[in-house]
Nanobody, 127 residues
Framework: EVQVVESGGGLVQAGGSLRLSCTTTTSGLTFDVYSMGWFRRAPGKEREGVSC????????YYSDSVKGRFTISRDNAKATLSLQMNSLKPEDTAMYYC??????????????????WGQGTQVTVSS
Protein backbone atom coordinates (compact mmCIF):
# COMPACT_ATOMS: atom_id res chain seq x y z
CA GLU A 1 0.00 0.00 0.00
CA VAL A 2 1.21 3.48 -0.93
CA GLN A 3 0.20 6.71 0.72
CA VAL A 4 1.12 9.95 -0.98
CA VAL A 5 1.39 13.65 -0.18
CA GLU A 6 1.76 16.14 -3.02
CA SER A 7 3.31 19.59 -2.70
CA GLY A 8 4.93 22.34 -4.70
CA GLY A 9 1.99 23.81 -6.56
CA GLY A 10 1.25 27.50 -6.76
CA LEU A 11 0.36 30.46 -8.92
CA VAL A 12 2.75 31.25 -11.76
CA GLN A 13 2.66 33.31 -14.91
CA ALA A 14 2.64 31.68 -18.31
CA GLY A 15 6.16 30.69 -19.28
CA GLY A 16 7.17 30.13 -15.68
CA SER A 17 8.23 26.99 -13.86
CA LEU A 18 7.20 24.92 -10.89
CA ARG A 19 8.53 21.75 -9.32
CA LEU A 20 6.05 19.34 -7.79
CA SER A 21 7.04 16.79 -5.18
CA CYS A 22 5.34 13.67 -3.95
CA THR A 23 6.43 12.12 -0.70
CA THR A 24 5.33 8.57 -0.04
CA THR A 25 5.00 6.03 2.71
CA THR A 26 4.54 2.39 1.95
CA SER A 27 3.48 -0.73 3.80
CA GLY A 28 4.41 -4.13 2.50
CA LEU A 29 6.25 -3.44 -0.73
CA THR A 30 8.83 -0.66 -0.80
CA PHE A 31 8.64 2.47 -2.94
CA ASP A 32 11.32 1.27 -5.33
CA VAL A 33 9.14 -1.53 -6.72
CA TYR A 34 6.36 0.79 -7.86
CA SER A 35 6.07 2.64 -11.10
CA MET A 36 4.82 6.11 -10.20
CA GLY A 37 3.05 8.82 -12.09
CA TRP A 38 1.38 12.19 -12.09
CA PHE A 39 -2.21 12.91 -13.00
CA ARG A 40 -4.08 16.17 -13.21
CA ARG A 41 -7.69 17.22 -13.19
CA ALA A 42 -8.86 20.57 -14.43
CA PRO A 43 -12.29 21.93 -13.50
CA GLY A 44 -14.96 20.30 -15.60
CA LYS A 45 -12.56 17.85 -17.18
CA GLU A 46 -11.68 14.22 -16.64
CA ARG A 47 -8.53 13.15 -14.88
CA GLU A 48 -5.58 13.04 -17.28
CA GLY A 49 -2.40 11.02 -17.01
CA VAL A 50 0.48 13.45 -17.38
CA SER A 51 3.68 11.49 -16.87
CA CYS A 52 5.02 8.31 -15.33
CA UNK A 53 8.31 6.61 -14.52
CA UNK A 54 9.09 2.98 -13.87
CA UNK A 55 10.62 1.69 -10.67
CA UNK A 56 14.25 1.95 -11.82
CA UNK A 57 13.66 5.01 -14.01
CA UNK A 58 14.29 3.01 -17.17
CA UNK A 59 11.05 4.07 -18.82
CA UNK A 60 9.23 7.38 -18.80
CA TYR A 61 6.04 8.51 -20.44
CA TYR A 62 4.72 12.00 -21.14
CA SER A 63 1.36 12.98 -22.53
CA ASP A 64 1.50 14.92 -25.76
CA SER A 65 0.29 18.02 -23.96
CA VAL A 66 3.39 18.21 -21.72
CA LYS A 67 6.08 16.48 -23.75
CA GLY A 68 9.21 18.59 -24.00
CA ARG A 69 8.15 20.85 -21.12
CA PHE A 70 7.82 18.54 -18.11
CA THR A 71 10.42 16.17 -16.65
CA ILE A 72 9.60 13.40 -14.21
CA SER A 73 12.15 11.96 -11.80
CA ARG A 74 12.31 9.90 -8.65
CA ASP A 75 14.63 9.32 -5.72
CA ASN A 76 14.13 5.79 -4.46
CA ALA A 77 16.36 6.34 -1.42
CA LYS A 78 14.05 9.16 -0.29
CA ALA A 79 10.87 7.56 -1.64
CA THR A 80 9.97 10.73 -3.49
CA LEU A 81 8.67 11.56 -6.93
CA SER A 82 9.14 14.91 -8.67
CA LEU A 83 7.76 16.72 -11.68
CA GLN A 84 9.70 19.66 -13.08
CA MET A 85 7.31 21.80 -15.09
CA ASN A 86 8.75 24.43 -17.42
CA SER A 87 7.19 26.74 -19.99
CA LEU A 88 3.88 26.51 -18.20
CA LYS A 89 0.72 27.38 -20.06
CA PRO A 90 -2.70 28.44 -18.79
CA GLU A 91 -4.05 25.07 -19.94
CA ASP A 92 -1.75 23.38 -17.40
CA THR A 93 -3.94 24.81 -14.65
CA ALA A 94 -5.27 21.86 -12.65
CA MET A 95 -5.02 19.93 -9.44
CA TYR A 96 -2.07 17.55 -9.69
CA TYR A 97 -1.94 14.15 -8.04
CA CYS A 98 0.68 11.43 -7.79
CA UNK A 99 -0.06 7.74 -7.60
CA UNK A 100 1.39 4.31 -8.26
CA UNK A 101 0.72 3.41 -11.88
CA UNK A 102 1.29 1.05 -14.72
CA UNK A 103 3.82 2.79 -16.93
CA UNK A 104 4.73 2.09 -20.52
CA UNK A 105 6.55 4.21 -23.09
CA UNK A 106 3.28 5.15 -24.78
CA UNK A 107 0.69 4.99 -22.01
CA UNK A 108 0.01 5.02 -18.31
CA UNK A 109 -2.81 3.96 -16.06
CA UNK A 110 -3.80 3.73 -12.45
CA UNK A 111 -2.53 0.72 -10.56
CA UNK A 112 -5.23 -1.79 -9.76
CA UNK A 113 -6.35 -1.54 -6.16
CA UNK A 114 -4.96 1.92 -5.47
CA UNK A 115 -7.53 3.92 -3.57
CA UNK A 116 -5.70 6.35 -1.27
CA TRP A 117 -5.42 9.40 -3.47
CA GLY A 118 -3.74 12.36 -1.82
CA GLN A 119 -5.15 15.86 -1.51
CA GLY A 120 -3.28 16.96 -4.59
CA THR A 121 -1.48 20.24 -5.20
CA GLN A 122 -3.03 23.10 -7.15
CA VAL A 123 -1.20 24.57 -10.11
CA THR A 124 -2.57 27.80 -11.53
CA VAL A 125 -1.00 29.43 -14.56
CA SER A 126 -2.07 32.96 -15.40
CA SER A 127 -1.93 34.36 -18.90
Amino acid sequence: EVQVVESGGGLVQAGGSLRLSCTTTTSGLTFDVYSMGWFRRAPGKEREGVSCITSRSSVTYYSDSVKGRFTISRDNAKATLSLQMNSLKPEDTAMYYCAPVTCRPTSMGTRSGFEHWGQGTQVTVSS
